[in-house]
């Protein structure tokens, strides 16, 4: 889970029911396993007493230093572990690109040239059957 973090911050209220996915996603950053996939990943916490319920969220920023915050009042932690696996999931695809040298997003690797669309049928050479028997089913 930590392997393309660098850091991540979760703040919530102790008394809130809404926090409960602020603190199980403590718990899982903190254990052995999420530890032992990226020991230099800093899991930070903040315990608000005061701030308002519902207010609970988590600061997540990735090695390539994009940061996202994500309110956590609504959100379970599967859906954070989601969003974690996918970015890095793209990380590593773009990793492996460039490791075997190709960019999709250099100029030169983008297609130059649109194939013209195909013609546009009517409704009446639709109904008429000039088409013959493909697309229609009686």
Not at 29 to 40: D, V
């Amino acid at each position: 889970m930590l392997k393309h973090l660098k850091r991540a911050f979760v703040q919530f209220t102790p008394g809130d029911p809404r926090s409960a996915s602020a603190r199980e996603l403590l718990q899982r950053l903190n254990s052995t396993g999420s530890k032992k996939s990226n020991p230099a990943c800093k899991i930070e916490f903040k315990i608000d007493e005061d701030a308002a319920p519902g207010s609970s969220f988590v600061e997540l920023q990735f090695s390539d230093d994009e940061q996202r915050k994500i309110a956590l009042s609504a959100t379970t932690v599967d859906d954070i572990a989601r969003i974690i696996e996918r970015k890095a999931s793209a990380m590593e695809l773009v990793a492996l690109l460039k490791e075997v040298g190709y960019d999709p997003w250099k100029p030169s690797k983008r297609l130059t040239s649109v194939a013209a669309p195909a013609p546009a049928l009517s409704r009446e050479a639709l109904l008429s059957g000039e088409l013959g028997s493909v697309g229609t089913r009686m």
